[in-house]
Every structure is written in structure tokens, then in C-alpha cells.
């Protein structure tokens, strides 16, 4: 699946990391970019036989990604509340942001069908979820411990509004913010590769 920037679409047989199910979506074994110092997808891209979808699991409490993931998801949603491309942009891809993505951005949170309008700016209480994908019960103990101490991590945020806060996507097919969706969610590749932290958000839409 082709990076677009910001904003992609799933595919069906799109495959996502598995991880542990008390971990983060962290069992990447290689950090690519399609620029320097851009955050990148660490889902695969190659094309493969159809396989089950991974499940998606809350975040464990304990685990060090999620206070990481906590604090980029508060960013990005005060940035997007704020409806400032100036301020959203950077956080989405900056320079790595196509201009046709940031006018779609722009859109979903201009439109009142759209799931991210509906949950950040409603008046009833925003709920929040971290998500990762469910790992084979297989994995060692020293297989769970090289994932919770990698450097590069990858998690789904999702928000939703009002009384919708114990429903959210099984799978990443469904955290596609189809206008029909109960929630909103952002895709967030994270690293703690060389100097400062860095991640970049992804902004899924269905196939038009």
C-alpha cells in the first residue's frame, strides 16, 4: 500500500504488525522513510496472500508506549480542534504532506458528517482509545520484552463523542473514518531512533 502523506486508504488485504495484546503495535524490525527524518508506516507494504486481520487491543496501562502514544494523540487533537492547518500540518507529515491530503484534512474537519468533526468537537464527552494489534499467545517472554523496548512503535488513537466510547474498530480495516463510523481515528508512527522522539500522524479515508 503506497504512503499518500496524511491521508490513505486500507486495503483488504492490508497486513497489520502482531503484537502483543499487553504490549504495542511495536514488532517492526526495520525503520524506513520515504525522506529523511520523515516517520513512516510500519505496516507491510508488499503485496501478500490474503491473511486473517489482526485483532486491535487497548494499549496495556504499563507498557512504556503508552504514555508516548497519550501524549501525541493530546497533541494532535488540540491541533486539530484548533482547526489551524498551520498547527495540524506538522503533525500529519509537514513537508511529506500532500497538498491534496492536507485539503482533505481540511474538509473532514469542516464537514458535519464527518467522524473526526463529530468526535472533537462535540459538546458531550470526548473518549479516547489506544490501540494495538493482538499477538499469536506463541510469542516468548523474550519476544514480548524486544518488543516493548524497540525503537520504533505503531498504534492506532481513536476518539469518539457522547455515549459512543465503548465502541471502536476490531480491526484496522474499520478505523477508516467512513462517515458512518462512531469514531475517529489516527494512525501514529512513533520512534525514539537517534536524537529527539518523532512520530507523524496517518489520517485514514475509504476508497472514494
Not at 70 to 83: E, Q
Request: with cysteine.
Amino acid at each position: 500500500m503506497p504512503d499518500r502523506g496524511g491521508v490513505s486508504c486500507y486495503v483488504d488485504d492490508m497486513r497489520a504488525f502482531l503484537i502483543s495484546s499487553a504490549l504495542v503495535a511495536a514488532l517492526a524490525t526495520q525503520a524506513l522513510a520515504t525522506e529523511a527524518g520523515a516517520p513512516v508506516s510500519l505496516l507491510s507494504v508488499e503485496t501478500e496472500a490474503p491473511v486473517p486481520r489482526a485483532r486491535l487491543v487497548p494499549l496495556a496501562t504499563d507498557s512504556v508506549w503508552t504514555p508516548r502514544f497519550a501524549a501525541a494523540a493530546d497533541d494532535l487533537a488540540t491541533a486539530l480542534r484548533s482547526r489551524d492547518d498551520a498547527r495540524w500540518a506538522p503533525l500529519l507529515g509537514g513537508p511529506w504532506l500532500a497538498a491534496a491530503d492536507r485539503a482533505q484534512i481540511a474538509a473532514l474537519l469542516r464537514d458535519g458528517d464527518s467522524p473526526l468533526r463529530h468526535a472533537l468537537f462535540s459538546k458531550g464527552v470526548t473518549h479516547r482509545a489506544i490501540l494495538g494489534w493482538s499477538a499469536p499467545a506463541s510469542l516468548n517472554a523474550d519476544e514480548r520484552a524486544a518488543i516493548e523496548t524497540g525503537k520504533e512503535a505503531e498504534a492506532l488513537v481513536c476518539w469518539s463523542a457522547g455515549g459512543a466510547g465503548d465502541q471502536w474498530p476490531a480491526t484496522a480495516a474499520d478505523a477508516d473514518n467512513r462517515p458512518d463510523r462512531r469514531y475517529a481515528c489516527v494512525r501514529i508512527a512513533y520512534s525514539i531512533r537517534g536524537g529527539a522522539p518523532t512520530w507523524r500522524g496517518f489520517i485514514e479515508q475509504p476508497p472514494a
